[in-house]
């Protein structure tokens, strides 16, 4: 599919996309509304600009795709494989992860909030410098992942796996250590006295 011009035309609405080849096209500026995509190859793609709204990716290959100043918002990706895909800007408000493979992914600044990563796979995984207030991460595993300059305020974050992971910088307020696993993450002293005084501790000199 060739690159589209800088200015967009009209949104394609309710479009049913299914297997095609789309490896190592560039889009820009495109709009999608209530689109689907099943089994469609996105290896090494590169969006830019681009806007997914209300769409369903059901078994997409997203390896190695490039995603700059791009929006997935309310989108829903089921079985998709998300090896090595990097996002820089972008913004993926109240989309749903549902049986994807994140990792490992790399995302750079944008919007994330109210994003369904529930139980997902995240061992490893980079987020920098994101938004992700009231994110669903509940039971995720994050062993080693990097959450660094990170809003994770009012995040659902109960039974997270945040063994060895990098957090400081991050809003951790919404966490609950008594119910997370936390041995080895690296915290800030600031983040720490958060995390002491939501057990119920008080810190003295």
Not at 42 to 71: I, M, P, Q, W, Y
Not at 121 to 135: I, Y
Request: hydrophobic share 40%.
């Amino acid at each position: 599919m060739p690159d589209t011009p800088a200015s967009p035309g009209p949104a394609e609405t309710e479009v049913v996309f299914r297997r095609e080849d789309w490896y190592a096209d560039e889009f820009t500026g495109r709009r999608f509304e209530r689109c689907e995509f099943h089994d469609v190859d996105l290896t090494e793609a590169v969006t830019r600009g681009v806007s997914f709204v209300d769409c369903v990716f059901g078994n997409v290959r997203f390896n190695a795709s490039k995603h700059v100043d791009t929006a997935f918002t309310g989108c829903t990706f089921a079985r998709c494989n998300l090896f090595d895909a990097e996002f820089t800007g972008c913004k993926l408000v109240g989309s749903r992860f549902t049986e994807c493979s994140l990792r490992p992914m790399k995302v750079l600044g944008g919007d994330w909030s109210f994003t369904g990563l529930a139980t997902a796979d995240l061992r490893g995984v980079k987020f920098q410098g994101v938004r992700m207030r009231e994110a669903d991460l509940s039971g995720a595993d994050c062993t080693g992942a990097t959450f660094a300059d990170v809003d994770l305020s009012g995040a659902e974050l109960l039974d997270v796996k945040l063994g060895g992971a990098e957090l400081r910088g991050s809003d951790l307020s919404a966490l609950d250590p008594s119910r997370a696993e936390l041995g080895g993450a690296i915290v800030s002293p600031e983040q720490a006295t958060v995390l002491v005084t939501s057990l119920g501790l008080h810190v003295r000199g």
